[in-house]
């Protein structure tokens, strides 16, 4: 028999409710650029603010521009970025250099200002072997297209830098669908387990292709799924780029410091549709909830904040926004000279050593080539 003691003493509803409550979204800038926090502003100056800047505003141009040239046919796959520029790229401001990134198919703005050139972004759009020939020093991978994989990859670097003894993190990004996935958790909680330094980044942009989020979990936040795989979870307003570049920078710290992982919900929103292939946002999204998201623009409250200080003006964002545009003609014209693609040719970059099926495969397609 049950006694009422006992059913007081397991008050599951509450213990929920506990945890749910232990994860306020973090904000530093409000819609209107204005600092609402104080004591949590990331340590950036006047130079460091200005770029940030451009990189938001050069990224938009260059969402603007793959949407027009996907249209004309001139690129292939596309994953519009406009809205998520906080998320993005305040995260990957976070990092040093010799971090590694594992992106999602949404994710190439990062691996660009990590180092990767724009012509080969176009080229692995094009679906062309060069496109995935990461030059050496450029740490990123190619972007993801599996829902989560990237998530287990990433303890695994992580893993590896920490065997190296090496000062660095492996941070990955993935959507609020992919935090649904299997991978996910095994990633989280392995990472969890061997103290990884890695960073584990969702960017909640409220919908996996029509799904809203609220329909894919029961969680009322991405970021309490750290509880479980004991990790800290922080939840941050993903359209403020101050506060998601001050946790990102602090999850840096605790990993390097060898204090492990940390899982990292970003609240965004992508204004376009989930891909080029042909989705209609309107069909699952309505008018109010895309007004509502679009007061909250990143780049809107940043040039507010930048203004505001004196450090910002039309004239510096005209500069970005026609160096966006030539560097993108540039890049485009690029990726139209290089090679047609051989069989061979994406053969020969998969390994460092080829196995002996590919070598005999291989030996085939150039004997092909060679007529
Ligand atoms: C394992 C797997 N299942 C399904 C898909 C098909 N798929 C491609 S994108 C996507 C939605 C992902 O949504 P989310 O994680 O929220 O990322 P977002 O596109 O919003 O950035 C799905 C289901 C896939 N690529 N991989
Ligand atoms: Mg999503």
Not at 340 to 346: A, E, G, S
């Given at each position: 028999m049950a006694s009422n003691t006992k059913k007081a003493e397991f008050n599951a509803k509450k213990q929920l409710e506990q945890v749910e409550d232990q994860f306020q979204t973090v904000q530093i800038l409000n819609e209107d650029g204005e600092v609402v926090n104080e004591a949590a502003m990331?340590?950036?100056n006047d130079e460091q603010l200005q770029e940030l800047m451009r990189r938001m505003v050069y990224t938009r141009i260059l969402d603007q521009r793959s949407i027009s040239l996907n249209r004309q046919g001139r690129l292939g796959f596309y994953a519009p970025t406009a809205g998520q520029e906080a998320s993005q790229l305040a995260s990957q401001f976070?990092?040093?250099?010799?971090d590694f990134i594992l992106p999602g198919y949404r994710d190439v703005p990062q691996m660009i200002w990590h180092g990767f050139p724009l012509a080969q972004a176009f080229l692995w759009s094009r679906g062309h072997f060069q496109g995935g020939n990461i030059p050496e020093g450029v740490n990123v991978i190619a972007p993801q297209i599996?829902?989560?994989a990237q998530i287990i990859q990433a303890a695994g670097v992580a893993l590896g830098m920490k065997k190296r003894g090496q000062k660095t993190v492996a941070i990955t990004y993935t959507g609020d669908g992919g935090a649904s996935q299997g991978d996910f958790y095994e990633g989280i909680n392995f990472a969890g387990a061997y103290k990884a330094p890695a960073i584990f980044i969702v960017q909640?942009?409220?919908?996996?292709i029509s799904t809203p989020v609220e329909k894919q979990?029961?969680?009322?936040?991405?970021?309490?799924?750290?509880v479980a795989a004991g990790i800290p979870g922080v939840q941050v307003d993903g359209m403020d780029p101050l506060a998601v570049y001050a946790v990102v920078r602090d999850a840096r710290e605790r990993a390097i410091n060898g204090e492990g992982p940390t899982l990292i919900e970003t609240l965004t929103y992508r204004y376009?549709?989930?891909?080029?292939a042909g989705d209609d946002p309107t069909r699952y999204r309505t008018a109010d909830l895309d007004n509502e998201w679009e007061k909250k623009d990143p780049l809107v409250r940043f040039r507010k904040f930048l203004e505001k200080k004196g450090i910002w003006n039309e004239e510096m964002e005209n500069e970005v926004i026609e160096k966006a545009k030539e560097d993108i003609k540039e890049a485009i014209k690029e990726a139209d000279n290089?090679?047609?693609?051989k069989v061979t040719d994406l053969i020969s970059i998969m390994y460092e050593e080829m196995p002996q099926n590919l070598e005999e495969q291989y030996a085939i397609y150039k004997e092909k080539e060679s007529k």
């Amino acid at each position: 028999m049950a006694s009422n003691t006992k059913k007081a003493e397991f008050n599951a509803k509450k213990q929920l409710e506990q945890v749910e409550d232990q994860f306020q979204t973090v904000q530093i800038l409000n819609e209107d650029g204005e600092v609402v926090n104080e004591a949590a502003m990331p340590d950036l100056n006047d130079e460091q603010l200005q770029e940030l800047m451009r990189r938001m505003v050069y990224t938009r141009i260059l969402d603007q521009r793959s949407i027009s040239l996907n249209r004309q046919g001139r690129l292939g796959f596309y994953a519009p970025t406009a809205g998520q520029e906080a998320s993005q790229l305040a995260s990957q401001f976070a990092l040093e250099k010799e971090d590694f990134i594992l992106p999602g198919y949404r994710d190439v703005p990062q691996m660009i200002w990590h180092g990767f050139p724009l012509a080969q972004a176009f080229l692995w759009s094009r679906g062309h072997f060069q496109g995935g020939n990461i030059p050496e020093g450029v740490n990123v991978i190619a972007p993801q297209i599996i829902i989560g994989a990237q998530i287990i990859q990433a303890a695994g670097v992580a893993l590896g830098m920490k065997k190296r003894g090496q000062k660095t993190v492996a941070i990955t990004y993935t959507g609020d669908g992919g935090a649904s996935q299997g991978d996910f958790y095994e990633g989280i909680n392995f990472a969890g387990a061997y103290k990884a330094p890695a960073i584990f980044i969702v960017q909640n942009n409220r919908f996996a292709i029509s799904t809203p989020v609220e329909k894919q979990s029961a969680a009322k936040t991405i970021a309490q799924k750290a509880v479980a795989a004991g990790i800290p979870g922080v939840q941050v307003d993903g359209m403020d780029p101050l506060a998601v570049y001050a946790v990102v920078r602090d999850a840096r710290e605790r990993a390097i410091n060898g204090e492990g992982p940390t899982l990292i919900e970003t609240l965004t929103y992508r204004y376009g549709p989930h891909t080029m292939a042909g989705d209609d946002p309107t069909r699952y999204r309505t008018a109010d909830l895309d007004n509502e998201w679009e007061k909250k623009d990143p780049l809107v409250r940043f040039r507010k904040f930048l203004e505001k200080k004196g450090i910002w003006n039309e004239e510096m964002e005209n500069e970005v926004i026609e160096k966006a545009k030539e560097d993108i003609k540039e890049a485009i014209k690029e990726a139209d000279n290089a090679p047609k693609q051989k069989v061979t040719d994406l053969i020969s970059i998969m390994y460092e050593e080829m196995p002996q099926n590919l070598e005999e495969q291989y030996a085939i397609y150039k004997e092909k080539e060679s007529k």
